[in-house]
């Protein structure tokens, strides 16, 4: 088997792309390089510099490196930015995958891994999210998300790839230093932003129906997705593996956004209050996983915490920031 990973030199993808390495899978990386970075991939990765939407390049780099499997987790991510410009997100997100998806069948390719998101649930009013929630995503790029896995699976029965499609809930932390997220778009690293700039964190809303009045996440270690992603591809490869699959990928706990800023104050060792400012538009009060079905269908389960992700990210912010940790922390 050789796999595909589009996406690879990014955040999550170096990630996935090392641990699928790591057990023994070929793997090759492909990355426009817009949010990746080469150095995340070691030698023994190739990268491929190019898009999703380039046909062509997607044709030859799937006969080149003899490709029967793909994990596609390229796309655009930034709900707020989809808002601004929803047909950027629906041409990169799905024109992008409809694209790799005719690639790939036409090479041959049978086994199909998504990258999708919670965020095709939008706001459901339950305690756990399982995957027969309904969908209702809340921004264009929580739409091209649950698109796209209308399409990988459309795509499945006609061309008889066996597919499945992961829905991540809210990624956090490092495997090492060196393949932290350095963007400042979720709430951890935006917490960081804050104290790095000598300004207090801020909490928006605290009078939600929550224990604390404070919205309730599900987080997951970039690790422990990882190894998902190598869950399923183990999978995807057995003898007569067929037919679609969609799965949570959470812990299944909630942790609010005050537990969440209190345990960043004692990791980096500064814990000034936070500032509460007004709700933000469309911010559920709770959204967790029910992670049952991915230990039932996949045999995996998160095995990190909380605070194993904010001291991961805490170091991997401090080594590209090039600051030193507070050793109070």
């Not at 929803?86 to 069948?105: I, K, M, S, W």
């Not at 739409?143 to 459309?154: C, D, F, M, Q, S």
């Not at 963007?183 to 935006?190: A, S």
């Not at 809303?205 to 404070?214: K, L, M, N, R």
């Amino acid at each position: 088997m050789t796999w595909l990973i589009t996406g690879g030199a990014g955040y999550i993808g170096a990630h996935v792309a090392r641990a699928l390495a790591d057990a023994g899978e070929r793997v090759v990386a492909l990355d426009d390089l817009s949010a990746g970075v080469p150095g995340r991939l070691p030698d023994r990765i190739p990268l491929v510099h190019g898009s999703a939407l380039d046909g062509d390049l997607l044709k030859r780099t799937l006969a080149e490196h003899a490709v029967t499997g793909v994990v596609h987790l390229a796309a655009r991510k930034q709900v707020g930015e989809s808002v601004a410009r929803p047909a950027r997100y629906y041409q990169e997100n799905v024109g992008g995958l409809a694209t790799l998806l005719d690639a790939a069948a036409g090479a041959g390719v049978r086994r199909f891994l998504f990258s999708s998101s919670a965020a095709v649930y939008g706001n459901p009013d339950v305690d756990l999210i399982t995957e027969d929630t309904p969908c209702a995503p809340m921004s264009p790029y929580g739409e091209t998300k649950l698109t796209g896995e209308w399409l990988v699976r459309a795509a499945g029965r006609a061309h008889g790839m066996a597919t499945v499609c992961l829905r991540y809930f809210n990624v956090a932390g490092a495997a090492e230093p060196a393949l932290a997220d350095t963007g400042v778009f979720n709430v951890i690293p935006m917490v960081f932003d804050r104290l790095t700039r000598d300004e207090a964190p801020r909490i928006f809303g605290d009078d939600y129906p929550t224990p604390d009045g404070t919205c309730v996440r599900d987080y997951i270690h970039v690790a422990d997705l990882a190894e998902a992603h190598l869950a399923a591809v183990r999978r995807l490869t057995t003898e007569g593996a067929s037919g679609d699959l969609t799965v949570n990928i959470g812990r299944g706990e909630g942790v609010s956004v005050r537990e969440l800023v209190t345990l960043v104050g004692e990791v980096t060792g500064d814990r000034r209050p936070a500032l509460v400012e007004p709700r933000r538009p469309g911010d559920a009060p709770r959204a967790v996983a029910s992670a049952a079905l991915a230990e039932r269908e996949l045999g995996w389960t998160a095995r990190r915490g909380v605070r194993e992700m904010v001291e991961s990210a805490w170091a991997g912010w401090c080594l590209h920031r090039g600051l030193r940790p507070d050793p109070r922390s």
